[in-house]
């Protein structure tokens, strides 16, 4: 009897073990590989969420409105974003630059080398070319290069200008710009910027000052007339001249060339933006037309190219651009210093004869000198990179080291106080961590339902998570037939997408468990492509938001909603890889009794790893949060967390792919 009672129970276990172990990762890949949102339509919601949040520069009644808000917003761009974290010495510190003496020169000019300081160990390389004589005080013009790549400040078009200028009588100073020729490094690529914001320096502080040296070297001249200081550039140039133009009142006069454009025209048309021209909170409020017009009554020449083959095409841009900045200078009765020219002749992007005959004209006429409509021709006198090399240290420091040895200065993570004190502290750096994540709550507007299953013991449900703030995320519900709705149910976020997790989804749902496997914004088919993440993470953070809060955001509010449909009684949440883990931590810290437990695996022991190992700003977009290191690290988010119990195996030694 005892025997056939023991019988019985095995061949009940069986047959229960049976009923729920009919899923297999081959079963359930298909069903995890079905795009429930297409790449297009993350970026179109992306687009039109950005667009709801950019302000169009409004004209104030009055000229003294306007000047008065042009000083607020200077000094709060100047002082609470391009320079937000970074050491008021390095900011408020004279340029130091080193005359390596005359190098050939030519008829009516002289050229010079310079070696100057962008902060302490960093250094960069400047050319002076100045008019021969050089008698009393003559205007000046900070002739900067954009993204030339090797060739830096000896490419080709730049030198005919800058010898044009000097023989005319203007002197003329070019530097070598971030990743551009004598700083031409992998760990100089703009997109280490991000590496800075991390740590709680904004990285366009690094860039402003970068070229800020150069004007700063002019202003200080004994030859030069500081009435009469002028700034030309293009592509990257011309965002630099823009920048600094509006910002710095020492720059009279004003020729960005195809360098930028307003946000509508970026959300237009988005993709090939550097990080430090969209650098984190500068267009909260704001817009490119707006920095331009903070340019009035100061003279100023747009130049645009009409089929430009990289960046800004004149006929896209100037709706958003000139024409909404000429009301501005007509207030401060300047209509006639504020110029548009598009080149036709080559048309594409460049600063070739037209569009430098047009510069050389403007600059004339603002420094009050002969009329210039012709180019000297010095086609003879373009010198190689080698002739005008300057030599920098050899330990010269990149923008990545410098992020690494910030780092190990700045970044002192306080511990967590006693016991008995944590309680406050938690509440405390909770509400810290939702401000520098940009956390805002969001809910479900709609669960689209895309597609079922119920096949082979298993049953799914795949969606598209329509969020109330104009935004998606994907996810499918998976369990056994016949487990209820209150069975414990298991959260799963992947770096490299829901279907990757495909076999720990089959091991969960042949325990019993129900399975949500989510794919939020950025990751899986809720990302956008050509442009990517990269693009966009950044696209938000210039707006006010922070990837990273958006993502733990949706996390949190389909986690409510799954919670509330399926009266699930426990909640656990598990993540794979860098990003999901500080995703799922962020999360698990800001609602921290919303989980009973957190898994992470392939995660990071340390923020420091991103800059250490390092992973590319591409590779993890959402991480590269202004601030975040500077206030947390994943110890601090896992006391955040706190009752969710977490746990963290298998530390990566890889960067996200």
């Known amino acids: 009897m005892m025997r056939s009672i023991s019988h019985l129970v095995v061949l009940l276990l069986f047959s229960t073990t049976l009923c729920l172990s009919q899923s297999s990762q081959e079963q359930l890949e298909p ?3 079905q795009r429930l949102q297409g790449h297009e339509t993350a970026a179109w919601l992306l687009r039109t969420y950005g ?111 800058s010898i044009n200028f000097a023989r005319r009588g203007i002197l003329t100073l070019t530097l070598d710009w971030l990743n ?56 990257g140039g011309g965002w630099q001249t823009i920048m600094l133009g509006s910002l710095d009142e020492r720059v009279l006069t004003a020729v960005p060339v195809a360098g930028y454009a307003s946000i509508v025209s970026m959300m237009e048309r988005p993709g090939g933006d550097d990080l430090e021209e969209l650098p984190s909170d500068f267009f909260v409020g704001g817009d490119y037309a707006q920095l331009t017009a903070m340019r009035a009554p100061r003279p100023t020449l747009l130049i645009y190219n009409a089929e430009d083959d990289c960046c800004w095409r004149a006929s896209l841009v100037k709706p958003y651009l000139f024409e909404r900045v000429q009301p501005f200078f007509k207030l401060v009765d300047a209509e006639k210093s504020f110029e548009w020219h598009e080149n036709t002749e080559p048309g594409t992007h460049n600063y070739q004869l037209d569009n430098r005959l047009q510069s050389y004209r403007f600059f004339a006429r603002s420094f009050r000198l002969p009329s210039i409509e012709s180019e000297i021709p010095v ?32 970044t002192q993570t306080p511990a967590a106080p006693a016991d008995k004190d944590r309680g406050q502290w938690g509440s405390s750096e909770r509400e810290k961590l939702r401000d520098v994540v940009r956390y805002h709550p969001v809910s479900l507007q709609h669960p689209w339902a895309i597609s079922n299953t119920k096949r082979n013991g298993v049953e799914t449900r795949s969606y598209f998570f329509q969020m109330n703030d104009g935004l998606g995320a994907t996810g499918v519900w998976l369990k056994a037939i016949g487990v209820s709705d209150d069975a414990p149910m298991a959260i799963l976020l992947s770096d490299k997408g829901k279907k990757e997790a495909a076999a720990r989804i089959s091991d969960l749902i042949n325990r019993g468990e129900q399975v949500m496997a989510v794919d939020l914004l950025f990751f899986g088919d809720a990302k956008p492509d ?31 909603w799954l919670q509330a449909v399926t009266r699930a009684r426990v909640v656990h949440l598990e993540s794979s890889g ?22 992470t695996r392939g995660g990071m022991r340390t923020l420091s790893f991103l800059l250490d190992k390092p992973v590319a700003y591409e590779d993890a977009p959402d991480l590269f949060c202004l601030d975040l290191h500077k206030n947390f690290d994943i110890d601090t988010l896992v006391l955040l967390a706190q009752p969710t119990k977490v746990r963290q195996t298998e530390f990566s030694e890889l960067s996200a792919k």
């Open 379 to 410: 086609a003879n006198q373009i010198q190689r990179y080698d002739e005008l090399k300057v030599g920098l240290s050899k330990d010269n420091l990149t923008i990545l080291r410098l992020a690494q040895k910030l780092n190990r200065t700045y």
């Open 51 to 161: 667009m709801k949040r950019i302000s169009v520069p409004r004209c104030p009644p009055t000229a003294a409105q306007w000047t008065e808000e042009t000083k607020r917003l200077r000094q709060h761009l100047l002082r609470d974003v391009v320079f937000h974290g970074w050491p008021k010495e390095w900011v408020n510190s004279q340029p130091v630059f080193e005359d390596l003496g005359v190098i050939k020169s030519g008829d009516g000019y002289r050229v010079r080398k310079l070696r100057y300081d962008i902060v302490p160990g960093f250094q960069s390389a400047a050319i002076a070319y100045e008019p021969q004589p050089l008698q009393g005080k003559v205007p000046a013009i900070l002739n900067v290069t954009g993204h030339v790549g090797a060739p830096g400040k000896s490419v080709e078009y730049v030198q005919k200008q």
């Open 578 to 599: 860098v990003r999901s883990q500080v995703v799922a931590l962020i999360a698990s810290a800001v609602e921290s009794n919303l989980f009973n437990d957190l898994s």
């Open 31 to 33: 069903i995890l590989d």
């Open 530 to 560: 050509k442009p990517g993440p990269e693009e966009y993470a950044h696209m938000l953070a210039t707006l006010g938001d922070r990837a990273v809060g958006v993502e733990a955001a949706q996390l949190i509010g389909i986690s409510r």
């Open 180 to 235: 551009c020729g004598e700083l031409s490094h992998p760990e100089n690529h703009h997109e280490f910027a991000a590496h800075l914001d991390l740590i709680g320096m904004n990285g366009v502080g690094l860039f402003y000052l970068a070229m800020r040296r150069g004007l700063d070297y002019l202003y200080e001249h004994p030859n030069v007339d500081r009435a009469r200081l002028g700034m030309t550039g293009l592509s």
